[in-house]
């Protein structure tokens, strides 16, 4: 008896509750706004830094990055890498931000660095092996990027 009844309870709590839940998230929908990131390329990845500064990057080697909050926004190609895709990006300050790449040979796994909002890319690792899978990990203002090699 004391199970049923403790059923009970918890079912009717759990009815009232959840049409709260229901009518409480109506009143905080996400708001979009149509933004103009300077590229028609197709953006596959994004990385916030702050609420001014957001990093996105994608395909044809693209990048793009505002630091006014998506009033504006910057695009731009990392030069010889026309051909690759951007899957990860990690933005850690307006100035440096991290690529990571794929494409269809093994050398196109890459990982990218800027120091200077874009200016500049150094490549900071280049696959030579048959596969691999990155990670990138952000500790702080460092980011590190770990690999499995698998031949």
């Known amino acids: 008896m004391l199970k049923r009844s403790f059923l009970l309870i918890l079912s009717m709590v759990t009815a009232s ?4 839940a229901q009518e409480a998230w109506k009143g905080h929908q996400p708001t979009l706004i149509a933004q103009h990131s300077g590229t028609t390329q197709l953006l596959i990845a ?3 830094v702050n609420s001014k500064v ?4 994608g395909a044809g080697g693209t990048y793009v990055v505002t630091t006014d909050g998506g009033a504006t926004w910057k695009s731009g190609v990392v030069p010889g890498a026309e051909g690759l ?3 990860d990006v990690q933005g850690v300050s307006d ?8 494409g269809n040979n093994t050398g196109d796994f ?3 660095k800027t120091e200077d909002a874009g200016l500049h890319w150094t490549i900071q690792f280049k696959n030579k092996r048959s596969m691999l ?7 702080g203002l460092r980011s590190v990027a770990s690999r499995i090699a698998i031949r």
């Open 17 to 20: 509750t959840s049409g709260y």
């Open 46 to 48: 994004v990385s916030p």
């Open 54 to 57: 957001v990093w996105a990057a």
């Open 85 to 87: 895709e951007f899957r």
């Open 95 to 102: 100035r440096i931000a991290y690529l990571m790449s794929i």
């Open 110 to 112: 890459r990982i990218y």
């Open 133 to 139: 899978s990155m990670t990138a990990l952000r500790s």
